[in-house]
């Protein structure tokens, strides 16, 4: 079994800053892409920055220049660096993890979710 855990949200002023954390644990082999993905009510789930075990990243074009993804691989863990945030901003932030378990099966984990509000 996977577990991936968030934390960092909150709520934070217009051009204010968060940092998003996703620690994954359990039974891993090997991680390969690791996102972000946002949600707010009456809306679609959409990706907001992906990294792949290469170090590529992308970002949506409503965060390039704001938020930074990044990871630790060694820990595990996976990062987002928001900047000049903005109310549009606000959203149900999940981590998606995506690799091989230590049985050679694939998975697909998403964490809890974790609200960010930008908000004056």
């Known amino acids: 079994q996977v577990h991936l855990v968030e934390s960092g949200g909150g709520l934070v002023q217009p051009g204010g800053s968060l940092r998003l954390s996703c620690a994954a644990s359990?039974?891993?082999?090997?991680?390969?892409?690791m996102d972000w993905y946002r949600q707010v009510p009456g809306k679609q789930r959409e990706l907001v920055a992906t990294?792949?075990?290469?170090?590529?990243?992308t970002y949506t074009d409503a965060v390039k220049g704001r938020f930074t993804i990044s990871r630790d691989n060694q820990q595990k863990m996976l990062f987002l660096q928001m900047n000049s945030l903005e109310s549009e901003d606000t959203a149900v932030y999940y981590c998606?993890?995506?690799?091989?378990?230590?049985?050679?099966?694939?998975?697909?984990?998403w964490g809890q979710g974790i609200q960010v509000t930008v908000s004056s």
């Open positions: 990294s792949t075990d290469t170090g590529a990243t």
């Open positions: 359990g039974s891993i082999f090997s991680i390969n892409a």
């Open positions: 998606n993890i995506q690799g091989i378990t230590g049985r050679k099966r694939p998975f697909n984990w």
